[in-house]
T-cell receptor, first 113, second 113 residues
Framework: NAGVTQTPKFQVLKTGQSMTLQCAQDMNHEYMSWYRQDPGMGLRLIHYSVGAGITDQGEVPNGYNVSRSTTEDFPLRLLSAAPSQTSVYFC????????????FGSGTRLTVV | AQTVTQSQPEMSVQEAETVTLSCTYDTSESNYYLFWYKQPPSRQMILVIRQEAYKQQNATENRFSVNFQKAAKSFSLKISDSQLGDTAMYFCAFTQGAQKLVFGQGTRLTINP
């Protein structure tokens, strides 16, 4: 029972590079989300999905892309990395609705130089 | 805008003491859920306690309890008999609609031996 698995745990990118942060859950959760955590700002929602084939933007979506082809996977793509995207990224999932509480992955620390 | 305010950026108490973390929020919704999450140095986000807004009874989980004042939009967390393992960042959050969690900026709590 792995829960929510995020890879990689650490990544350094050069400005302009692209990459995909992977997220997978094995709990058959319908809801999945990506958050970024910055000092003094808490966690802010980037994108979320309420089921396979359905995604929507959160509070800070610019520069990021998502897709949800299966219930299990919800990758986050950085199209052209910028230093402002240096952050810790969390993937989270929830059964049916967020009122049950999210299960979080262990996070990815991304540095863009 | 729907927001969460944690007015104490940092707190420090002695082991075995009781500590209360403050949280106020602003929402126009009548039905929602409130959460406290703990983030230890490992970076993992751990659900501490959950409160349903339509329930007047305050939630309790072992040494953790909340004081929920719906009219005042206040949701404080009390930690009794604090332990060294309680040292962490604590985030208050509430649900926005069925799909989103809105987080506060966090309170860094240190338990001293």
């Amino acid at each position: 029972n792995a829960g929510v698995t995020q890879t990689p745990k650490f990544q350094v990118l050069k400005t302009g590079q692209s990459m995909t942060l992977q997220c997978a859950q094995d709990m058959n959760h319908e809801y999945m989300s990506w958050y970024r955590q910055d000092p003094g700002m808490g966690l802010r929602l980037i994108h979320y999905s309420v089921g396979a084939g359905i995604t929507d933007q959160g509070e800070v979506p610019n520069g990021y892309n998502v897709s949800r082809s299966t219930t299990e996977d919800f990758p986050l793509r950085l199209l052209s990395a910028a230093p402002s995207q240096t952050s810790v990224y969390f993937c989270a999932s929830s059964y049916f609705m967020v009122g049950y509480g999210y299960t979080f992955g262990s996070g990815t620390r991304l540095t863009v130089v | 805008a729907q927001t969460v305010t944690q007015s104490q950026p940092e707190m420090s108490v002695q082991e075995a003491e009781t500590v209360t973390l403050s949280c106020t929020y602003d929402t126009s919704e009548s039905n929602y859920y409130l959460f406290w999450y703990k983030q230890p140095p490992s970076r993992q986000m751990i659900l501490v306690i959950r409160q349903e807004a339509y329930k007047q009874q305050n939630a309790t989980e072992n040494r953790f309890s909340v004081n929920f004042q719906k009219a005042a939009k206040s949701f404080s967390l009390k930690i009794s008999d604090s332990q060294l393992g309680d040292t962490a960042m604590y985030f208050c959050a509430f649900t926005q609609g069925a799909q989103k969690l809105v987080f506060g900026q966090g309170t860094r709590l240190t338990i001293n031996p």
